[in-house]
């Protein structure tokens, strides 16, 4: 019979089969037109497609020397070529191949011999299956025409559209005639002006330059440069001229009022307080807003708002927003004229310019820190894409990485172990504590409360036995050793808070009996007791300097004591649950309180306000996170909330709520907690004697934990160890979650009594 060639193929079955019938075939006598064995591998290729398009497999791919290995030798080969496999020449005159390749002879590259000898022309061009069926039959496939044109073969990639041609200038340069295909939504000039950036970021001015030429991209015009000396070296005037070139009307006027506002604050601080005078009246008060267009609806004048056409307002400069407004700019040029009278005071000078927001950076910044923020404004004043921000790829890359984490469910490892080399993807068994690694077994009856110290390497816990216990964490140790270092005796009455000040040299205790102790950790002694509350004390916290500590109870009163045992202050009027302190990055402490009046008190000790966050019940507990900007609430329906603090005026709803859904209504106090890596976690105890750990970005659920077997009463997270909890329970004990890899606990403990 016929000679079956080798073809590569992803279904060698379905491809031998096809081999098979068309070999056996009677219609390959019927096509004299061809040599037989090219009948029959001509039927094998349009059956192999047929049979592709029934079974949706790609069936068969096939270079052109498989079917040259048996052609006749032909009467005229350029150059006298011999006609030996894998280095003959092959006419395509007789076929029309024009709408892709053109006329012409083509090239046999035979270097990689069999299997890899390839049809190619000088743009190395693969040849797929349909230009073979083309060479073989004179008469267009039109099967293998639509396998091309919905991209299914190899040869779908060889229309010269499609690949990008590259020519040589007279001057020997390399230049790209054509761009490649954009397969994101990133333009191809942003991205030239983001790499150009990047690579003089790291010093490759060089490999910029080129890739400026190459593409024909400039990173930013030469004006923005010079803007950029210019406001480096305090040329105003010549700053204030390079941006009216680069822009004009309102865009122009807001860059101007950002530089005009620099040089008022650098001439206040030079004491040269009469320029800074005539900068004010001269050049500032020129700078009012044009009032913007009104529009009418409904009979209602209005003005129109910058949007991105989406409907989406643009981010603005918030000091030039505010000064956008006849009200706004008046209220600016008062702030600004208040400054001159403190020129000489410099401390008072810089506190007034800063609130005034006359200085772009904080008052400890350097006049070059100041210069530098200053054109940060500039950029965002002037039209989008003047001016790349400093850094703009590693600032996106960044927030891609951001990105990458918020999608991780169950993220926990260190922003910097994300690699943006790949996708970010966190195992639980790797990063989530689900395992006991440790039971505490100290305490005679319930364990209300368990804390951490700030070190990570001690552990304290209240019982209702009137105790408390000290715990000292030996984690370098193989097995690691929880060791029972002092029990902390004195109360009457169970205790029902221990807290740790800020350096861990103090230990604080709060009981039922209306007493505060405060215990010298290194040894465990009492230092002092204070006693003012007449009842249940039910909570403490030390501020976040150390210099003073909080205690509130049941009796309507709350203190603050020294070190010395004095209280320093008192608020009264309100039952607290529980309270905290905080202390937001760039702001002053607050105290914040739980109060069963369904509302969080949060007074702040440097503008001796107080401000309520409303529940919709009354408050059992509640927990602050490390960065002060984020507040759990338990209330006693075994819901937890979760507000943020960071906004300037009490929000009026949560923005999220986590609630276990086999959990119990409450009769007891259940104390949460943030844990995990910058607090991406929530974990609770229940009544149900389980635990209950959820993802803070989005509330999912990632686990409930069995174990106890009691009402879990208080959980606490290792702040140094992300892979490290304690849990504390009615049935006496105190647990220690790890992940599921790491060895058990050593535990040693003391006998009792």
Not at 129 to 150: E, I, K, N
Not at 599 to 604: E, P
């Amino acid at each position: 019979m016929y000679t079956i060639w080798y073809f590569w193929s992803r279904s060698f079955l379905v491809s031998y089969t096809a081999l098979l019938i068309a070999a056996t075939s009677p219609m390959a006598p019927c096509m004299p037109c061809l040599p037989g064995n090219w009948t029959c591998t001509w039927f094998a290729i349009v059956l192999s497609d047929y049979l592709q398009g029934i079974l949706g497999l790609h069936v068969l791919e096939l270079d052109l020397v498989d079917c040259l290995a048996s052609w006749p030798a032909f009467p005229s080969f350029p150059n006298g070529s011999p006609n030996r496999l894998g280095e003959g020449w092959f006419p395509i005159d007789w076929i029309d191949l024009s709408q892709s390749i053109g006329k012409g002879w083509f090239p046999i590259d035979g270097d990689r011999g069999w299997e890899g000898a390839q049809l190619r022309r000088k743009g190395h061009r693969r040849v797929s299956v349909a230009w073979c069926t083309r060479v073989l039959c004179a008469t267009p496939v039109r099967l293998f025409a639509r396998r091309m044109r919905r991209g299914r073969n190899v040869g779908a990639h060889l229309s010269p559209g499609r690949e990008a041609k590259r020519a040589r200038t007279k001057e020997g340069d390399m230049v790209l005639s054509s761009p490649p295909p954009n397969h994101g939504q990133v333009p191809r000039d942003e991205l030239v002006r983001l790499l150009a950036q990047a690579a003089r970021a790291i010093g490759c001015e060089d490999a910029a330059k080129e890739l400026e030429r190459h593409q024909g991209v400039v990173m930013e015009d030469e004006d923005v440069a010079l803007l950029r000396q210019a406001v480096v070296g305090a040329d105003w005037d010549e700053a204030e001229r390079l941006v009216d070139r680069l822009s004009t009307g309102t865009h122009a006027r807001r860059a101007h009022l950002a530089l005009r506002m620099q040089e008022f604050a650098e001439l206040l601080q030079d004491d040269r307080a009469d320029e800074a005078v005539l900068c004010l009246r001269e050049r500032v008060s020129k700078m009012r807003p044009s009032r913007p267009p009104l529009y009418e609806t409904n009979g209602v004048a209005k003005t129109r708002t910058q949007t991105n056409g989406k409907g989406t307002r643009l981010q603005e400069d918030d000091v030039v927003a505010e000064a956008s407004t006849d009200e706004g700019f008046d209220v600016k040029l008062r702030a600004m004229a208040s400054c001159v009278a403190l020129a000489r005071r410099k401390e008072e000078l810089l506190d007034a310019l800063c609130r005034a927001r006359v200085l772009a950076a904080g008052v400890d910044a350097s006049r070059d820190d100041q210069r530098r923020e200053t054109l940060v404004r500039v950029q965002r004043a002037l039209p989008r894409g003047t001016m790349l921000p400093d850094r703009r790829l590693e600032t996106l890359l960044c927030d891609a990485r951001r990105f990458a984490i918020d999608r991780c469910t169950y993220h926990n490892v260190e922003e910097s172990e994300v690699s943006l080399l790949e996708e970010h993807v966190c195992r639980k068994e790797d990063v989530l504590p689900t395992r006991q690694v440790a039971v505490l077994e100290a305490h005679r009856d319930e364990v209300w409360h368990v804390q951490f110290s700030h070190d990570g390497t001690k552990l304290a816990s209240a019982s209702k036995d009137g105790s408390a216990c000290v715990w000292h964490l030996e984690r370098d140790a193989c097995p690691p050793r929880a060791v029972l270092a002092h029990r902390l005796e004195g109360h009457v009455l169970p205790l029902s808070y221990v807290s740790w000040s800020p350096d861990d040299r103090w230990l604080v205790t709060a009981a039922n009996d209306g007493r505060v102790k405060l215990w010298r950790a290194e040894d465990g002694e009492c230092v002092r007791t204070m006693q003012d509350q007449t009842e249940q004390v039910t909570s403490c916290a030390w501020m976040p300097d150390g210099s003073a500590f909080v205690s509130g109870g049941v009796d309507k009163r709350t203190c603050m004591w020294d070190l010395h045992g004095q209280i320093i202050c008192k608020w009264e009027g309100n039952r607290v649950s529980d309270l905290c302190t905080v202390q937001p990055r760039g702001r002053g402490a607050s105290l914040v309180r739980a109060c069963t009046d369904k509302q969080v008190l949060v007074y702040d000790f440097e503008t001796q306000k107080e401000r309520a966050i409303h529940e919709c019940e009354g408050v059992s507990s509640l927990c602050a996170s490390k960065d002060g900007r984020h507040l759990l609430v338990h209330l006693p329906s075994s819901k937890i909330h979760l507000w943020d603090l960071s906004q300037p005026t009490m929000p009026t709803q949560p923005c999220r709520e986590f609630v276990a859904e086999t959990s119990k209504s409450g009769r007891y106090v259940i104390r949460p907690c943030f844990g995990g890596v910058n607090d991406l976690f929530v974990v609770s105890g229940s009544e149900d004697s389980q635990i209950y750990l959820w993802n803070r970005s989005n509330g999912v659920q990632l686990d409930v934990l069995p174990g106890h077997a009691g009402t879990v009463n208080a959980v606490h997270w290792n702040p140094t160890d992300p892979y490290l909890f304690a849990s504390a329970s009615d049935d006496h004990t105190v647990r220690l979650w790890g992940l599921p890899a790491r060895p058990d606990w050593d535990v040693v403990s003391w006998p009792d009594g």
